[in-house]
């Protein structure tokens, strides 16, 4: 996932130009800025969203397995594409974990904010591929929706 801009997680992408023979030819153009070294094919899609609001926007969702290498080629790519430190900060790794406390890992990571469909993406991507089995899924959905607990002060002054 990348982080951008506005402090929202969200996936990498753009918004793809009508003038295209395929709405693939289009991604991959908009991912050959940003990434630069990744194709997806109509294989790779995996659902789209309608997003509600002033704009209505279809949201495509593609994913697609890599290697260790080919992961660390793009992560390499994304720093030096010309969105990096504009409208992308930079990517990030999704924990697939949650620690022995119930929150570290994937639990704190969907406690972030997500741009629009992004968090459900996720979710579904990770359900649909068998990324996290499903019973973890929902424990680490679960464990985001509790209310946290308030900080102790251990400082002894009076406030």
């Known amino acids: ?45 995996l659902c789209s969203h309608l997003t509600e609001g002033p704009h209505r926007v279809v949201a495509h969702f593609y994913a697609r397995q890599l290697t260790l290498e080919e992961l660390h080629t793009i992560e390499i790519s994304a720093v030096h594409s010309r969105d990096h430190g504009m ?26 904010s997500f741009v629009g469909t992004a968090k459900f993406q996720l979710l579904f991507a990770l359900k649909i591929l068998n990324m996290v089995p499903e019973e973890k899924l929902a424990e680490a959905v679960a464990a985001t929706q509790r209310p946290k607990k308030a900080a102790i002060d251990h400082s002894g002054g009076a406030g």
């Open 87 to 112: 409208e992308v900060m930079g990517m990030v790794r999704v924990p697939l974990y949650t620690q022995k406390d119930r929150m570290g890992g994937l639990p704190n990571f969907l406690a972030n």
């Open 1 to 45: 996932m990348q982080m951008r801009f506005d402090g929202l997680l969200g996936f990498p992408g753009g918004f793809v130009d009508r003038r295209y023979w395929s709405l693939e030819d289009g991604l991959n153009r908009v991912l050959g800025l940003g990434l630069g070294c990744v194709r997806l094919t109509e294989a790779d899609y």
